[in-house]
Each structure stands twice: as C-alpha cells, then as structure tokens.
C-alpha cells in the first residue's frame, strides 16, 4: 500500500497531507524519513509524523454554514457565487467544502480544512445519513414512497434505499446514505413530482438546528465541545 493512502486509511493525515509532508521529509516509516510519493508500506511498519507536522495536524477548522439559495458549494463559474464567500477570509482561504449542496438548495454545508474528518463523512464506505426538507408541487403517493425506499434507477444506477416521511403539507423528510449529484430531485422528477424547495437540515450527527440563513458557526472539533457562533456573513 502506498504510504500517503495508509496515511488516510489510518487517520494519521489526509492523503493531500501525506503527500505535502512526505515531499517535505516530515514522515517516517520504521524510524527512517521518507521523501519518495511511491513508498509502500505493510502494517507491520512503523510510520510516524514528524513534529511539525503534528502541530499542523492540531490546526484544524470545522464550519458550519447555512447556504442560501443561488450559491455554488465550488468551482463557480462567471458570475457565480461561491458559499465559501459567505465566510471571514481567514477562514474561507484555510478550508473546503465536505461534499456539495447545489445552487438551488439551501441548507446545512459543512467546511474544514481536516481531511481525514472530511473523507469519512464524504465518503460513501461510511454510508452517513443526509436528511432534508423538500417540498413539492403535489402529493407523494405512498406508492412512490415504497419505491423510493426499495430504491429506483436514476441515469442507469439504482439509488440506495430513501427514507421517506411527510411532515406536513407537501413537505416531506428524505434520509439518504449516498449523495449522488442532484438526487432528490432526479428522483421525485423520474415519478412525476417537482421540487419547489430543498433544504439540508443534517449531516450524520452534524444538524443545522436555528442557525440562520447565511450564517455560519464555528466547532471546536467534530467530537463535541461549545460552538463559537452564530455568524453573520462576511462582508
């Protein structure tokens, strides 16, 4: 296994970092430094970071932002806003996004600068729950709501299982445990429905609860701790 990938698996640094950190000679296996990206490893080996990596490591940001509508999560084009916007300098230019929310969703959009922390709610191996409000232009038939919760083909791939409750009017809870692009709204469109609004109102245990619209809030760590915030969108 290469070095940077056990890096990841292992929780000791993103692969991002192990790469940084191998190029600058702040990693060692079985007490020797390393500074080849190919290194391969076993788990037997003994791989540790260096010093000043490990304060690096402890320089860790996580956010919590309210997205409105009409900003991109990333790569915006022309004209576009980026959420990342909505946050002070000093941190916006520190983290990334942990995933995506598009432009015509609102809701709960989480940064860090922790890539490790990142890749676990990210990706799909971990299954972690994303709940959302949506609210349609109709009715979902309890029949579409057994289809959704056996799992429907979307652009060729059978989605996993949504669960799907109504929690008053036309809005409706949706848990997913993937995050493929654009989903809920491929899947009400696929049987007949509309989105009107969409709103992230979770991320596993991470829950947007009353912070605002447009408003971010600072953690301590993804593991508890009091919360710095809310606050209002850089200017």
């Not at 060692?28 to 003994?46: Q, Y």
């Not at 990142?118 to 579409?144: C, F, G, M, W």
């Not at 979307?154 to 692009?181: A, C, D, Q, S, W």
């Given at each position: 296994?290469?070095?940077?990938?056990?890096?990841?698996?292992?929780?000791?640094?993103?692969?991002?970092?192990?790469?940084?950190?191998?190029?600058?000679?702040?990693?060692?296996?079985?007490?020797?430094?390393?500074?080849?990206?190919?290194?391969?490893?076993?788990?037997?080996?003994?791989?540790?970071?260096?010093?000043r990596?490990?304060?690096?490591?402890?320089?860790?940001?996580y956010?919590?932002?309210?997205k409105?509508?009409?900003?991109?999560?990333?790569?915006?084009q022309?004209?576009?806003?980026?959420?990342?916007?909505?946050?002070?300098?000093?941190?916006?230019?520190?983290?990334?996004?942990?995933?995506?929310?598009?432009k015509?969703?609102?809701?709960?959009?989480?940064?860090?600068?922790?890539?490790?922390?990142?890749?676990?709610?990210?990706?799909?191996?971990?299954?972690?729950?994303?709940?959302?409000?949506?609210?349609?232009?109709?009715?979902?038939?309890?029949?579409?709501?057994?289809?959704?919760?056996?799992?429907?083909?979307?652009?060729?791939?059978?989605?996993?299982?949504?669960?799907?409750?109504?929690?008053?009017?036309?809005?409706?809870?949706?848990?997913?445990?993937e995050?493929?692009?654009?989903?809920?709204?491929?899947?009400?469109?696929?049987?007949?429905?509309?989105?009107?609004?969409?709103?992230?109102?979770?991320i596993a245990?991470?829950?947007?609860?009353?912070?605002?619209?447009?408003?971010?809030?600072?953690?301590?760590?993804?593991?508890?701790?009091?919360?710095?915030?809310?606050?209002?969108?850089?200017?």
């Amino acid at each position: 296994m290469r070095l940077q990938k056990y890096c990841s698996e292992r929780g000791i640094c993103s692969r991002r970092k192990a790469e940084e950190y191998i190029k600058k000679g702040w990693i060692k296996v079985n007490g020797e430094v390393v500074t080849e990206l190919g290194t391969k490893v076993e788990n037997k080996d003994k791989v540790e970071l260096d010093p000043r990596a490990e304060a690096e490591q402890k320089e860790y940001l996580y956010v919590l932002l309210n997205k409105p509508v009409g900003y991109v999560t990333n790569l915006p084009q022309k004209g576009e806003k980026e959420a990342k916007e909505l946050l002070p300098k000093d941190i916006r230019d520190k983290v990334h996004a942990v995933g995506r929310l598009d432009k015509d969703s609102e809701g709960l959009l989480l940064f860090t600068n922790d890539g490790v922390a990142a890749n676990r709610l990210s990706s799909p191996l971990y299954q972690h729950e994303k709940e959302y409000e949506v609210t349609v232009d109709r009715h979902i038939s309890n029949e579409a709501i057994k289809q959704y919760a056996a799992g429907i083909t979307i652009l060729g791939i059978k989605t996993k299982p949504v669960e799907v409750k109504r929690i008053g009017g036309m809005t409706y809870r949706f848990i997913l445990r993937e995050g493929k692009n654009r989903q809920i709204r491929r899947m009400l469109n696929s049987l007949g429905y509309n989105v009107v609004k969409l709103k992230r109102v979770r991320i596993a245990e991470y829950r947007l609860e009353s912070l605002p619209i447009g408003k971010y809030l600072v953690l301590p760590s993804l593991t508890g701790g009091r919360a710095r915030g809310p606050y209002p969108p850089a200017p």
